[in-house]
């Protein structure tokens, strides 16, 4: 996502909810395996799980999103807490404020999909009844892994809640901006400085590279602590606006960042997350798609 502002104008358009979701542990792998025909079946065997941020769909509802991923041989998604749930009721976001019988719709869609929610970008912060609810959704739906930016002094509570919903949190980074407190990594590894293992980085790649980072440089730094990963490429390197661009056609060195990730082992999801919209899109995420099973032919040799 593109920061906290743009974020903020989309949620003044669109009605700001509360809470993120994600799903997946309910869904076997071998469910979804048998409905979502891989996009990127290389990737697979090296141990990578292609993941779709529902902010690359914006425009649409998540139910609108799925069908689009089955296309896509994408077979796990990444909702935000302030994103639309279905069309035909805008009011609905993806978040603990759904009803029991929307949540139940909501995991049957996932399954009849055959699309996990392994992640979810949350709006988690120091309040730990709110988190708990957060949590106890995601839970529910059988996320993974949550990402989210909370504030430094909400960690020792958040950490010991992950413990309990044996969650993990990835802290996700932004363009260097004032109000952007991670978008550099050594402020991530101090947030995770002493903590569980399930506390770590969710790896803005395009985002490093708005903030003028070389995304190969950062990778290393935080090597153990990547939990979750959006992959995104950019047009201009040190400009916060520069618009995205398929994946192996901008400024971040995408061949030589799976590379990294595959040399440090690293296995687990790569979201990817496009903010570029337009009549295009399909086509530009089929790219990105096919260049991530591109590479992982080479690194499999």
């Known amino acids: 996502m593109r920061s ?20 997946g542990a309910w869904l076997s792998r071998t469910a979804w395996a048998e409905s979502v025909k891989p996009g990127a079946p290389t990737a697979e065997k090296l141990g990578w799980t292609l993941g779709c941020a529902q902010y690359t769909f914006r425009r649409f509802s998540l139910y609108e999103t799925l069908d689009k991923l089955v296309e896509l041989g994408i077979p796990c998604i990444e909702p935000a807490f302030f994103l639309r749930l279905d069309s035909q009721r805008p009011e609905l976001k993806v978040n603990e404020s ?30 730990e009844a709110a988190a708990r609810k957060k949590m106890e959704f995601a839970k529910e739906m059988g996320v993974e892994t949550m990402v989210a930016e909370p504030p430094p002094e909400a960690f020792d509570m958040l950490e010991k809640l992950c413990e309990e919903y044996k969650l ?28 569980s293992k399930r506390i770590g980085a969710c790896c803005d790649t395009g985002h490093w590279v708005r903030s003028g980072l070389d995304p190969v440089e950062c990778l290393q730094k935080l090597q153990g602590r990547i939990l979750g990963f959006h992959l995104k490429d950019v047009i201009e390197s040190g400009k916060p606006e520069a618009r995205d661009v398929p994946l192996g056609q901008g400024k971040a060195n995408y061949a030589a960042v799976l590379k990294e990730l595959h040399r440090q082992g690293y296995k687990g999801l790569l979201v990817i997350e496009y903010e570029h919209d337009s009549p295009e899109l399909m086509k530009d995420m089929a790219e990105c798609v096919a260049f991530v099973e591109k590479v992982a032919k080479e690194l499999a040799g």
Not at 13 to 22: E, I, N, P, Y
Not at 105 to 114: F, I, N, P, S, Y
Not at 169 to 192: F, G, Q, T
């Open 4 to 23: 906290f502002y743009d974020r903020r104008q989309f949620l003044g358009q669109t009605v700001a909810a509360s809470v993120g979701l994600g799903v």
């Open 98 to 127: 759904l009803s029991a019988a929307d949540r139940k719709e909501l995991r049957q869609r996932l399954a009849d999909h055959g699309i996990r929610m392994a992640s979810f970008y949350s709006d988690l912060g120091g309040d």
């Open 168 to 195: 993990n949190l990835a802290v996700h980074n932004h363009p260097k901006r004032p109000n952007s407190r991670y978008w550099h990594p050594d402020n991530v590894l101090k947030v995770c400085q002493g903590r």
